[in-house]
């Protein structure tokens, strides 16, 4: 089973950035649209951001003009570029690589002050 691995994650105060990484182990991020989702607790599972493999984007109203997703595919890496951060922002993100629905185990982002 190809798992995902999210990193970056931390607590951070209103206002902070913070880049998230979701690595593959091997070339499973190319030919595949990858998504970031978002967990609270006591929510249920959101779609932040997704890139296809033409590198088009697509956000969810909440995260727009503050959150950036891009992709290395020679590293095998995809980012989620976070500024501006909220309280609200605080979850469980996940990578997830839509074609063969592979999950990384998250990482959770914290924002208070």
């Known amino acids: 089973q190809v798992r995902l691995v999210e990193s970056g994650g931390g607590l951070m105060q209103p206002g902070e950035s913070l880049r998230l990484f979701c690595v593959a182990p091997?070339?499973?991020?190319?030919?595949?649209?990858i998504a970031w989702y978002r967990q609270a607790p006591g929510k249920e599972r959101e779609l932040v951001a997704s890139?296809?493999?033409?590198?088009?984007?697509k956000y969810a109203d909440s995260v727009k003009g503050r959150f950036t997703i891009s992709r290395d595919n020679p590293k095998h890496t995809v980012y989620l570029q976070m500024t501006s951060l909220k309280p609200e922002d605080t979850a469980m993100y996940y990578c997830h690589q839509v074609l063969y629905n592979y999950w990384g185990q998250g990482t959770q982002v914290t924002v208070s002050s």
């Open positions: 890139i296809a493999p033409d590198n088009s984007v």
């Open positions: 091997e070339d499973i991020i190319s030919y595949s649209p």
